[in-house]
């Protein structure tokens, strides 16, 4: 049975291969094709268009998070495989062939998912508010076998001002250990490290040139530890960037604008909090788009956030109703409005004015509590020990739709005649990898 191993590296642009010459070598004898991320173009979304071949209006990912209307709860980065509502690449082998078995280490949403062998990242949230590391793995007894093996699965640097290259390291390590032990017929892993200095010092700042040289040793390595595990059996690499990052110069505040309106409305609890159930409007933010959510999608109300945006300095589209099915978010779980950023901007969570006024959990790396994603956790302040609330440290964003040339990626194929013409899309990706089988 044949052995595919899918790397999906956020950042990777085809200029970068001239700095990477252990993943220039492991592609260079097959195709190569720029890939073309849809629209909400960031990590959940594009990770469950790859595994599925479809849109969020069929897979249910329209964000990092989801905001749960019924219970008036913000999701950010803790939802299970169940979210995703369509068969993925190892559910649609397994169909095929019950025999065919898969690796996934550590794309966003695995948890719970149908594969066979299952890493990620899952922190044990103690009592006193402290967190102990700890994987998600299967089977269950997987991480202590990790554990002992390679150490901790170093979390800190994974996310926010100190990450490096040691968790992108860790994973390739591990899953190095499970193609060894298991010889999984599909691999999928994730290989974050590209993000990082792209987003706090741009995607062409030598921070960001040396994160290519940091990643490309430890794919080098990577590929020394298949050819061991898979000897005798060549594996097929696809390659693909999830994304690209480009540069930004500019921010806007949607939470802001619609507290101004009179829209959004705040509670004090030592710092002020959304009031979801008092807010007529607010948005979760998520790098170059919004959902703004609007209460029992007024009309009135949907019209008043549209002529809010329309035109506003940072915001290229704003989609309400109907109009969301342009990129297939035409979803039950999608805001009623969707602001999309252009190029040169993003947009920030932030709805306080007062930086006093800001919540506790704003100063500190807090994925789960933010009602939106917030790359200002990438910095830190030495002398006050926290994270600035200033948005305009950030420089490098995506999510945007790809449009420009430097908004679309590369995916890479060790063997020729894997990618039909030089264009493709992240939604190709699942029929590529079910080919080979």
């Given at each position: 049975m044949p052995h595919v191993i899918f790397l999906s590296i956020p950042g990777l642009r085809s200029s970068d291969l001239a700095a990477m010459p252990n993943l220039a070598k492991l592609t260079a004898a097959g195709d190569r094709a720029t890939l073309t991320p849809s629209f909400p173009?960031?990590?959940?979304?594009?990770?469950?268009?790859?595994?599925?071949?479809?849109?969020?209006?069929?897979?249910?990912?329209i964000a990092n998070g989801f905001y749960w209307r019924d219970k008036q709860e913000v999701e950010m980065w803790t939802a299970w495989n169940d979210k995703i509502t369509?068969?993925?690449?190892?559910?649609?082998?397994?169909?095929?062939?019950?025999?065919?078995?898969?690796?996934?280490?550590?794309?966003?949403?695995?948890?719970?998912?149908?594969?066979?062998?299952?890493?990620?990242?899952?922190?044990?949230?103690?009592?006193?508010?402290?967190?102990?590391?700890?994987c998600y793995t299967k089977p269950v007894e997987l991480y202590g076998t990790l554990r002992d093996t390679f150490g901790h699965f170093p979390l800190m640097n994974f996310w926010g001002p100190m990450t490096n290259i040691k968790s992108t390291a860790w994973i390739c390590d591990s899953a190095g250990y499970a193609m060894e032990q298991f010889r999984p017929n599909f691999c999928y892993l994730y290989l974050p490290h590209l993000d990082?200095?792209?987003?706090?010092?741009?995607?062409?700042?030598?921070?960001?040139?040396?994160?290519?040289?940091?990643?490309?040793?430890?794919?080098?390595?990577?590929?020394?530890?298949?050819?061991?595990?898979?000897?005798?059996?060549?594996?097929?690499?696809?390659?693909?960037?999830?994304?690209?990052?480009?540069?930004?110069?500019?921010?806007?505040?949607?939470?802001?604008?619609?507290?101004?309106?009179?829209?959004?409305?705040?509670?004090?609890?030592?710092g002020e909090l959304i009031d979801f159930q008092s807010s007529q409007a607010w948005a979760l933010v998520d790098h170059q788009f919004s959902h703004v959510f609007v209460k029992k999608a007024d009309p009135a109300t949907i019209q008043t956030v549209v002529q809010i945006f329309r035109g506003q300095e940072g915001i290229a589209e704003v989609l309400?109703?109907?109009?969301?099915?342009?990129?297939?978010?035409?979803?039950?779980?999608?805001?009623?409005?969707?602001?999309?950023?252009?190029?040169?901007?993003?947009?920030?969570?932030?709805?306080?004015?007062?930086?006093?006024?800001?919540?506790?959990f704003a100063r500190?790396?807090?994925?789960?509590?933010?009602?939106?994603?917030?790359?200002?956790?990438?910095?830190?302040?030495?002398?006050?020990?926290?994270?600035?609330?200033?948005?305009?440290?950030?420089?490098?964003?995506?999510?945007?739709?790809?449009?420009?040339?430097e908004q679309k990626g590369v995916l890479l194929s060790s063997q020729k005649g894997m990618l039909a013409?030089?264009?493709?899309?992240?939604?190709?990706?699942?029929?590529?990898?079910?080919?080979?089988?």
């Open positions: 173009a960031v990590t959940w979304p594009v990770q469950a268009n790859m595994l599925t071949g479809k849109l969020p209006r069929e897979h249910g990912v369509a068969p993925q690449i190892w559910d649609l082998l397994h169909l095929k062939d019950p025999k065919l078995t898969s690796a996934v280490w550590f794309p966003m949403l695995s948890k719970g998912c149908g594969a066979d062998y299952i890493c990620m990242p899952a922190p044990i949230h103690n009592p006193d508010g402290s967190e102990s590391l700890w990082y200095a792209a987003q706090r010092t741009g995607p062409d700042s030598p921070p960001a040139q040396k994160a290519l040289v940091e990643l490309d040793e430890v794919i080098g390595k990577l590929a020394a530890k298949a050819e061991q595990a898979f000897a005798g059996e060549k594996p097929l690499w696809l390659v693909a960037s999830e994304y690209t990052i480009t540069p930004v110069d500019h921010v806007t505040f949607p939470n802001r604008l619609l507290r101004q309106a009179g829209l959004l409305q705040v509670k004090d609890n030592g309400a109703g109907s109009e969301r099915a342009k990129y297939g978010l035409d979803h039950e779980r999608s805001g009623e409005i969707i602001l999309i950023s252009t190029p040169n901007s993003w947009q920030a969570y932030y709805y306080w004015f007062y930086d006093d006024k800001a919540p506790k500190t790396v807090d994925i789960h509590n933010k009602p939106g994603y917030d790359p200002v956790e990438l910095h830190f302040d030495m002398a006050t020990k926290s994270i600035p609330l200033n948005a305009n440290l950030v420089k490098g964003s995506h999510g945007a739709p790809a449009t420009s040339d013409g030089s264009q493709v899309k992240d939604t190709d990706v699942c029929g590529l990898v079910l080919k080979q089988f």
